[in-house]
């Protein structure tokens, strides 16, 4: 992930200001035509400010932390995947989830990372307003910037709740993307490899 894909988070690293949120929650609620200060709406507004502070965590999450130097020399270059990683995110466009698996695969190049961290990267890119072909290249890019691995391969499972309780309301349909980098773009069988573990 390079500077200029990174912009756009302009209070990276930095806590959220949970009093605004709450603040505009509470503004929201007063829109909608309801009463904040009924029993079961009284705390919403901060209930809501902490759960955003979990939800979109990955713009405070600091990438070097986040590796903390779980980079290892081994003498491996088959390719590493780790399927079905779950993920929860929110849609840019309506703040509605979307939700699902993805699945990463690299080829080493001298350095693996620990496995642990493969789903915290996943995370990190998850856990903001998010479209799903752009997280998608995220993961790609920035494995492929920490690891220098010869190739890296992810592939992403979602369904979108702003296209299954609203607008067109099409509970079952589900959204595939894909990033491939290094062997896994310029190499097929590579490729088919990777997608055949994924039963694709």
Same mark, same amino acid.
Do not use: W
């Given at each position: 992930?390079?500077?200029?894909? &990174? &912009?756009?988070?302009?209070? +990276? %690293? ?16 007063? /829109?909608?035509?309801? &009463?904040?200060? +009924? ?6 507004? @901060? ?7 979990? =939800? ?12 903390? &130097? ?5 003498? %491996? !270059? ?6 079905? =990683? ?19 695969? %690299? ?18 890119? /998850?856990? +903001? ?6 997280? @998608? ?5 920035? =494995? ?23 607008? =067109?309301?099409?509970?079952? /349909? ?11 773009? @310029?190499?097929? !069988? ?11």
């Amino acid at each position: 992930m390079n500077k200029k894909q &990174d &912009d756009h988070l302009h209070n +990276r %690293y930095n806590k959220m200001n949970k009093y605004e949120l709450s603040q505009s929650v509470e503004k929201i609620l007063k /829109a909608i035509g309801e &009463d904040s200060n +009924r029993e079961g709406l009284i705390k919403t507004p @901060t209930r809501v400010a902490n759960a955003y502070e979990e =939800i979109f965590s990955g713009y405070t999450t600091d990438p070097g932390k986040l590796i903390n &130097d779980a980079l290892f020399t081994v003498d %491996y !270059d088959e390719m590493v995947v780790v399927k079905d =990683i779950e993920f929860y995110s929110m849609c840019e466009h309506h703040m509605l989830p979307f939700f699902g698996k993805t699945h990463v695969a %690299y080829l080493p190049r001298k350095k693996i990372i620990g496995l642990s961290k493969i789903p915290r990267i996943v995370d990190m890119f /998850a856990h +903001r307003l998010q479209v799903q072909e752009r997280m @998608t290249q995220q993961i790609a890019e920035f =494995i492929q910037e920490k690891i220098d691995p010869l190739g890296v391969g992810v592939v992403i499972e979602g369904q979108h709740l702003c296209m299954m309780m609203r607008g =067109i309301k099409k509970e079952q /349909a589900k959204m595939t993307t894909s990033a491939m980098l290094g062997g896994f773009r @310029t190499r097929l !069988d590579t490729r088919m490899e990777f997608l055949n573990m994924l039963h694709f």
